[in-house]
Nanobody, 115 residues
Framework: QVQLVESGGGLVQPGGSLRLSCTAS????????MRWYRQAPENAREWVAT???????NYADSVKGRFTISRDNAKNTVYLQMNSLKQEDTAVYFC?????????WGQGTQVTVSS
């Protein structure tokens, strides 16, 4: 059973940056998909970004050009670099792993963008 732990959330001013991390409890081998989602209060959870085990990436239109997803296999970690943050980026951010026919979610990390 893979466990995912997110970290790096916090309070940031509009225009600022944060880097979220999602660390797996064990090494993950190809093939897999790792995604970031977010959920704002009273909103449905929405997809943000995807990275595959061969480094293909994809982004929601709302974050394209501002967010970057990347991975460090040696650390079993996927990152979400978030730049030019806006108030509407405020949400709980979750990572999700699709691996060996199983789906794993982290517990989420809060990102608040406010002046």
């Amino acid at each position: 059973q893979v466990q995912l732990v997110e970290s790096g959330g916090g309070l940031v001013q509009p225009g600022g940056s944060l880097r979220l991390s999602c660390t797996a409890s064990e090494s993950i081998f190809s093939p897999y998909l790792m995604r970031w989602y977010r959920q704002a209060p009273e909103n449905a959870r929405e997809w943000v970004a995807t990275i595959t085990s061969n480094d293909s990436t994809n982004y929601a239109d709302s974050v394209k050009g501002r967010f970057t997803i990347s991975r460090d296999n040696a650390k079993n970690t996927v990152y979400l670099q978030m730049n030019s943050l806006k108030q509407e980026d405020t949400a709980v951010y979750f990572c999700k792993l699709n691996y060996r026919l199983q789906t794993y979610w982290g517990q989420g990390t809060q990102v608040t963008v406010s002046s």
